[in-house]
């Protein structure tokens, strides 16, 4: 579908584990109006695909605007996703999401408009890098904490795909023959840090005997599952087993972000993702107390930040997805700024506790 001549206002989704969030944005990245759903628990990749569409037609009757008249609207997706077709593929995080399913024209076909599909957490990371938190860098690795842990890369102020496959930094080995992983694997990062195994481990704790307020707050926030309000609302309550939940998930984190950092000697990590962002700097310092004696080159360490975007990093960074498509524009180059434009819509926009979410 041909997007080449049209008005310069995109639309962007960040679709999660737990929730869709959509955006539609002008030429500068000022958010004109966001839509916020839960993630559908059933239906498989079809009523995910419904739900998108739900959400994008919010977003634009927020601004003012109809989707067919959109330049085009980018997908940030978990999942191995082919960027040529708009394809995804083995999306575990996501509801009977069995084989291929072509998402991208999928949307195109109901919204009728362009529809690009990246992956999740590297748009996000193409957000930071830049229009937040990476903006001074050439090189970063973002990781994103939510229902997984995914990383992103920018290397040399580009991106770094590999194949198709890079940076699935939640499923780095920090533990040999160690937990069952949500996807199949023993060991994995994610098995210790990622939300969804983090909630089974206390369901299956909280069965043996021990006593938490997890559940019963996920009840009385008319919440399906642990999300990462409920996790950062029983923390605050001193909730033992959530305590050590999160000393456990950042432990492993520390190891499996050294691990890559020993590796790729980035100049910056950032840390999102729907529990990065809830737990906020506390964590992300605690994070960096956990990499340090797995570091190899501690005579130049990276520094490590929390996403300057928020909850909107992966919404923007799905509607860039657009700009470059459409345009043939090379990856982001983040220059210096005075803070304008999505870094500060992103600052104004309402937090979490204000939307209804399923964060």
């Known amino acids: 579908m041909e997007a080449v001549g049209r008005p310069p206002v995109r639309g962007g989704i960040d679709l999660g584990g737990t929730k869709v969030e959509a955006i539609v944005v002008d030429a500068d990245n000022t958010v004109l109006g966001s839509a916020r759903h839960p993630t ?34 980018g997908i940030g997706s978990p999942g191995v996703v082919d960027e040529a077709t708009g394809a995804v593929s083995t999306a575990r995080n996501l509801p009977d999401w069995e084989g291929s399913f072509e998402l991208g024209a999928t949307l195109s076909r109901e919204l009728g408009t362009p529809v690009f599909v990246g ?21 970063l690795l973002g990781v994103m904490w939510g229902t997984g842990v995914g990383g992103g890369l920018i290397l040399d102020h580009k991106p770094w795909l590999g194949r198709g496959g890079a940076g699935e930094i939640g499923h780095m080995v920090v533990k040999i023959d160690g937990r069952r992983c949500p996807c199949g694997r023993r060991g994995c990062m994610e098995a210790y840090a990622g939300r969804a195994a983090m909630e089974a481990r206390a369901r299956s704790r909280m069965e043996k005997g021990d006593k938490t307020d997890l559940f019963k707050l996920m009840k009385e926030r008319g919440r399906t599952k642990l999300t990462s309000s409920v ?14 939940l999160l ?9 499996g972000i050294a691990s890559a950092q020993n590796l790729l000697d980035v100049e910056a990590i950032v840390i999102g993702g729907g529990l990065g962002v809830r737990l906020g700097e506390p964590f992300v310092r605690r994070i960096r107390e956990a990499m340090w004696p797995h570091v190899f080159n501690d005579a130049h360490p990276p ?46 926009a309402p937090a979490s506790e204000d939307i209804p979410s399923a964060l």
């Open 119 to 139: 992956n999740d957490v590297q748009v996000a990371t193409d957000a930071e890098f830049a229009l937040g938190a990476g903006r001074p860098y050439s090189s």
């Open 247 to 255: 000393d456990e998930a950042v432990e492993a984190l520390g190891a």
């Open 303 to 348: 520094d490590v930040l929390l996403a300057g975007l928020g909850d909107l990093g992966g919404a923007l960074g799905a509607a860039l997805l657009v700009s470059r498509r459409v345009e043939g524009e090379p990856a982001p180059v983040a220059e210096a700024s005075s803070g304008e434009g999505a870094t500060t819509a992103a600052a104004d």
């Open 40 to 73: 559908p628990s059933t239906g498989g990749p079809e009523a995910v695909a419904a739900e998108l569409i739900k959400a994008v037609t919010g977003a634009c009757q927020g601004a003012g605007v109809e989707p067919s008249s959109l330049q085009g609207v």
């Open 231 to 244: 996790w950062a609302r029983a923390l605050d309550r001193g909730d033992k087993l959530t305590i050590e």
